[in-house]
């Protein structure tokens, strides 16, 4: 009666920490979503929303990057993306302004951290690969990296 007993109290710890897991995995994804949007929309209220106070970013296609290639807290970051933003404004009409579709998107939880990982089509026979890193605190999930890179397509 007792090994039953502790059976089931284990199943229920798994059962909850499974549903829990689960769950921050779909708000992991709801943010990811809502970052992409505004993205696609350069909607920089929302955009820099989802950025956390500490974010750091590695992008080739942000020339405003110091020698070390590597943009460091809110407001380098903020900086250069503001650059982005302005020169995709000269350059296409929207919203949305560009349209990043994500493929193959993996999602990999810990604990309080994400990983989100995703590549989608670029003009030119490329393919865009990207990989950000969340962290869950009281404000909910905010991007503490993106790690930006871009392939040429091998036909």
Request: proline share 3%; charged share 25%; hydrophobic share 45%.
């Amino acid at each position: 009666m007792r090994m039953a007993a502790l059976v089931l109290v284990v199943l229920c710890f798994f059962s909850e920490s499974f549903g829990a897991h689960d769950d921050s995995k779909k708000e992991v994804q709801r943010v990811f979503n809502h970052f992409i949007a505004a993205f696609n929309n350069l909607d920089w209220d929302v955009f820099r929303k989802t950025l956390a106070d500490d974010v750091s970013v590695f992008n080739p296609d942000i020339a405003e990057v110091p020698s070390v290639n590597r943009l460091d807290g809110r407001r380098q970051v903020e900086a250069g993306f503001k650059s982005v933003f302005a020169a995709t404004r000269e350059k296409a009409s929207g919203p949305p302004y560009l349209h990043i579709v994500p493929k193959n998107v993996h999602i990999q939880m810990y604990g309080d951290s994400a990983i989100v990982t995703f590549e989608f089509e670029r003009d030119g026979n490329s393919l865009g690969r990207r990989t950000l890193v969340f962290r869950r605190d009281s404000a909910g999930w905010k991007i503490v990296h993106i790690h930006a890179s871009n392939v040429e397509r091998r036909n």
